[in-house]
């Protein structure tokens, strides 16, 4: 299996399965310098891994990850630096139940890769879905951990902001309240709402897709480049490279097909050093290239496809046949795919400031300050 590398400057190759004995990621051209812990690298994997209320998948794994290379500490030092060789991380798997899928390992799941996997390679990991499964976003998660130290000026935050058909009022939008809900939700009313509803669909044996809005703020202007090197388009090809994502959206996204030019440009004023936008219906960005507003995504997550609901399916030698997947499953996997869209904006907007700094020899605009690169 190839492309599981993402990035060019600052890349990360993600490796190991759902019910393997580890999975983990190697992250390539991170600068020198940089303190790194296996402790920053935690933050960030807690706050994805499962088990964490009953609106997630109940499988237990501390998602406690270990440094294996690229980190360098003595006594002049000052603390653990990056050495700018790759840094190799490991999370072991130590709560898989393999014997959950031995009824299905014969029989496709509707809405999930193992069809296409079947097709493509002519073998197939159904324990979990092997590579397929939401599983593999723990090593992007550590990887994102790596790249908030290269942009670390910059604010990355997520929310989630619509279950199934529900959304948040944007009138109610906070940030303090991401951490203080199940949801990662910044509308504490919205979570409230959600909190009855996915119990519902969880005691019924379905599931529901989710939309999560990322957002981030102190992106100089100047990150991305013309036609084949947009920031835009490098954000799109890195949220639908997270399993399960359906459709990507920038700052006005499809709305913007509604608008008319009037209000649609983002108009411009003079600010005391700097032009400053009166909106941000760009999302940040404009012909591919940051403009100094917050950049804005937004990603849809589709439904759980391992239900415990009777589906019509077929077995692998083309027979009719009816499947019921048993195991431990999110009855919303949008849930935990807030800090994996963190994550891969922090990767992508790395990526671009190495790329940035390479082909211009700045930073990015002027007030962009970074002390540990």
């Not at 046949?321 to 195991?327: E, F, N, S």
Request: charged residues 25%.
């Amino acid at each position: 299996m190839s492309f599981n590398t993402f990035g060019q400057m600052f890349r990360f190759t993600t490796w190991g399965e759902s019910h393997g004995p580890a999975l983990g990621v190697v992250v390539d051209g991170c600068p020198a310098g940089l303190t790194l812990t296996p402790e920053i690298i935690q933050r960030d994997l807690d706050r994805r891994k499962p088990g964490q209320s009953k609106f997630t998948t109940q499988r237990r794994e501390a998602d406690a990850v270990k440094i294996l290379s690229g980190v360098f500490e003595d006594e002049r030092t000052d603390g653990p630096r990056t050495t700018g060789t790759p840094i190799s991380l490991v999370i072991e798997n130590t709560d898989q139940r393999s014997k959950d899928y031995s009824e299905i390992r014969d029989k496709y799941r509707p809405g999930h890769a193992d069809y296409t996997y079947h097709q493509k390679y002519g073998i197939r990991d159904y324990r979990g879905g092997g590579r397929t499964s939401a599983r593999e976003t723990a090593a992007r998660v550590a990887a994102g951990a790596i790249a908030r130290l290269v942009v670390g000026d910059v604010n990355i935050r997520a929310s989630l902001v619509q279950v199934g058909p529900h959304k948040i009022d944007y009138a109610n939008f906070d940030w303090e309240q991401v951490g203080q809900n199940p949801f990662f939700c910044a509308d504490a009313k919205a979570a409230a709402l959600w909190a009855d509803y996915l119990d519902d669909i969880r005691k019924q044996g379905n599931s529901v897709g989710a939309v999560i809005e990322v957002v981030a703020e102190n992106v100089p202007a100047g990150w991305g480049a013309p036609i084949y090197g947009k920031l835009s388009s490098d954000l799109a090809a890195a949220m639908m490279s997270i399993n399960a994502v359906k459709g990507v959206e920038i700052g006005a996204g499809m709305e913007a097909a509604s608008l008319t030019g009037i209000d649609n440009a983002d108009q411009m004023r003079a600010g005391q050093s700097k032009p400053y936008f009166l909106s941000n219906q760009a999302g940040g960005i404009l012909g591919g290239i940051s403009n100094g507003d917050p950049v804005v995504v937004r990603f849809a997550v589709k439904p759980t496809s391992s239900i415990i609901t009777p589906r019509q399916t077929v077995t692998t030698d083309n027979r009719d046949t009816d499947i019921v997947t048993k195991g431990r499953h999110d009855p919303c996997v949008g849930i935990r795919a807030v800090p994996v869209g963190e994550a891969m904006m922090a990767c992508v907007l790395a990526d671009h400031f190495l790329r940035h700094r390479g082909q211009t020899g700045r930073e990015g605009a002027v007030g962009f300050h970074h002390e540990d690169i």
